[in-house]
C-alpha cells in the first residue's frame, strides 16, 4: 500500500495514481482558505476525472501560467 493511501482526504495524492501517467481535464479553479494552512490563500482545482480536488502550490502555478497563460478561466477546459 502507498504511504499517501493511509491519510485520505479531500485533495489528490501522488500515491492516488498508483505510478501512472494521468491526464485531467479543469473544470474550475477558485481560491480558499484551507484550514489549517499556514497560507491565507490556496488555489484549488477540480478536475472532470476525479472527485478528488487538488490544492494547487505556487510553483505548479507559476508552470500552469507558463503553459496555459494568465487568465485562470481560460485554463478551464
Known amino acids: 500500500m502507498h504511504f499517501d493511501k493511509l491519510y485520505p482526504g479531500r485533495f489528490m495524492k501522488a500515491g492516488d495514481f498508483n ?3 494521468v491526464t485531467l481535464t479543469v473544470t474550475a479553479v477558485k481560491v480558499e482558505k484551507i484550514e489549517g ?3 491565507v490563500l490556496n488555489a484549488i482545482f477540480s478536475f472532470a476525472e476525479a472527485q478528488k480536488e487538488m490544492d494547487v502550490n505556487k510553483t505548479n502555478g507559476v508552470c500552469i501560467r507558463a503553459m ?8 478551464v477546459g
Open 19 to 21: 505510478g501512472k501517467d
Open 68 to 75: 496555459f497563460g494568465n487568465e485562470t478561466n481560460a485554463w
Open 37 to 39: 494552512s499556514k497560507k
